[in-house]
Structure formats: C-alpha cells, structure tokens
C-alpha cells in the first residue's frame, strides 16, 4: 500500500505570530518513499513576518531558501506529480493553510485537498491506544522533529504500523 500520503510544512513563523509564509514542504507515503522541498519565498512574502524562533527549531535560513530553495510553481507542480491520485493527510490543519498561500503566490488552483489524518485513523477503526502506540513507535525510528521531511516520514511510518497491524 503506498497510499495515502502524509504532508507537513515548516513555515516562516507560526500564524499567531505573524502573516507566515511556507519555507519547507514534504510527502511521505507509507511505502516509505518521500519528497522534500525547500521553498524560495515568493515576492509577495518579502514583507511577510519571520520568527528567530521558528528558525531555531527547523534550522532552516532565508539564507538557505535564497540559496537551496526551489520556486514556488516548481515545488507545487513536483508536489502533485509525486502524489498523484492518493489522498493526502496532515496532522494539522495549519498544513491545509500553508498548501493554500502556496497556491496563491503562483495563482495556482488546489492540486489536491488536505484531509485531517484523524479522519482516516477513526474511518479505520484505530483506538486512541493503537495511534499513541503506532506514534511512539515512529518517533523511536525517526526521533529528528521539526523538520518536514522527517515530520511526514514519521507520519507516514505510524499509519504503516497501524495498517500492517504492527501495533496493538
């Protein structure tokens, strides 16, 4: 099974701090394959608020994302191209948020929804124990946080043990 697909966004600053803009995006599928961009701001965001603090924990640098980061259309596009038609889940709603500022600094369409991961634990059945389990498990594998590549790896690894049945 290699569907659904996890995503996670790092962002410039959490939204209560600021009008934040995307920097970092990754999918995960449960197959254990994955993506991850770095996001070159958008002219739009250049105005747009920043937080050292964000930055501490993600080590992510403008200086990096003028250097490494991809543009915009160039992330959305390969995003969509890897995910293809499986459904994608975040664990938080601000992800559906991030996907959405994404879209708008290239005047782009919604390439695909983002469905909150709650809703496909409880559509399968998985108690609150089952998911704390399958989350523990995937933390003890993939411990690095803060990072949306390994965020949405982590995701993705939970759902494969609850799916596999690897939990109890």
Known sequence: MSCPTLI???ASCLPEYGQSYPIEVAV???DGSSRAWLIRPAEQ???WDWSDEAEALHGISREMLEAEGLPPAQVLSEMAAFIED???YADADLDQYWLEVLCQA??????FPVHYLGEFLREHGFTRPQVVAALEEAKRRLPKEHLAREDAKRLALAVK???DGEVS
């Open 8 to 10: 996670d966004f790092e």
């Open 28 to 30: 995960a599928r449960t």
């Open 45 to 47: 965001w250049r105005y």
């Open 86 to 88: 499986c459904p994608v």
């Open 106 to 111: 290239v005047h782009a369409k919604l390439p």
């Open 161 to 163: 043990l609850l799916v």
